[in-house]
């Protein structure tokens, strides 16, 4: 059963070598501890931060140094990582896009965010992806969200359909929201029996203030780790069973009503 940790850090505005050597220090040092952890998860645009303007200069030509980074990381420490979510170029435009690397280096997935955010200046700045996605990795299959993805609960379910038992959300959730993060990553797992693992990042930049508490719950909503406000790795082991236990004990998928208010089943 997998074990995963949520590398909870700061985020250096605009400053991608700052931020990829404090990353790296956080992967090091998860890697070396006693329960090596068998995942890891980095928060939302933890490259660049919400430095849209500079985006066309700091961003990340489709995805090369993150994969090329986080796949050394990956091969050499043994660990599977979820690098977040970093600033993706194309020729369509920039994504803000979750990469995974698997034991080998190699992508497992690639996640392009599908709500942008209006408040922090996403929808001026970036583009959609418009895909969901799946990927399976350390014994578990885990649906991809970004941050503002949280507030669709339309999204979870679809992942949930499509077979997800784990919702890894990257984030950059600003203050004063912190109750709505909780209440939100709480509720996704409640609802659809199935872990949510949220990594938020802490500090401040772009003039929005970060409270971290990024938080690992299980399918009966109880919280298994939680971090404070300033950096640290939150981990938390895994038990599947607990999917099954959740839904014999209240069997909200054999229940629903999709005749009556519209399925979100997957069309293939
Ligand atoms: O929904 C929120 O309150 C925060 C969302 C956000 O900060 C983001 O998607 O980057």
């Known amino acids: 059963m997998p074990r995963i940790s949520l590398l909870q850090m700061d985020v250096a505005f605009g400053d991608p070598e700052a931020n990829y050597r404090n990353a790296e220090r956080l992967i090091r040092k998860a890697a070396a501890a006693p329960d090596k952890p068998d995942l890891l998860l980095l928060p939302e645009l933890w490259d660049t931060a919400y430095d849209l303007e500079r985006l066309g200069e700091l961003g990340d030509w489709q995805g090369e140094r993150v994969q090329a980074w986080a796949g050394a990381l990956a091969r050499e420490l043994r660990v599977t990582i979820a690098a977040g979510s970093i600033a993706e170029k194309r020729?369509?435009?920039?994504?803000?896009?979750?990469?995974?690397?698997?034991?080998?280096?190699?992508?497992m997935s690639r996640y392009a965010k599908l709500h942008l955010f209006g408040p922090m200046g996403e929808d001026r700045h970036l583009t959609a992806g418009s895909t969901r996605e799946l990927v399976q990795m350390e014994g578990v299959t885990a649906g991809m969200m970004i941050c503002y993805d949280l507030r669709f609960p339309e999204l979870a379910r679809?992942?949930?359909?499509?077979?997800?038992?784990?919702?890894?959300?990257?984030?950059?959730?600003?203050?004063?929201?912190?109750q709505h993060w909780r209440t939100l990553a709480v509720a996704r797992a409640i609802e659809n029996q199935v872990y949510v693992a949220a990594c938020n990042r802490v500090g401040a930049g772009g003039g929005q203030e970060f409270f971290g508490h990024s938080l690992i719950v299980d399918p009966w909503g109880e919280v298994l780790a939680e971090g404070g406000e300033g950096e640290e790795i939150v981990t938390a082991q895994l038990d599947l069973n607990r999917i099954k236990e959740a839904r014999e004990r209240i069997s909200v998928f054999r229940d629903r009503r999709p005749d009556v208010y519209g399925s979100w089943e997957p069309e293939n």
């Open 158 to 178: 679809a992942l949930v359909l499509d077979g997800a038992e784990l919702l890894l959300v990257p984030a950059q959730w600003p203050k004063p929201r912190l």
């Open 91 to 107: 020729e369509d435009g920039i994504r803000n896009a979750s990469y995974v690397m698997d034991l080998h280096g190699s992508v």
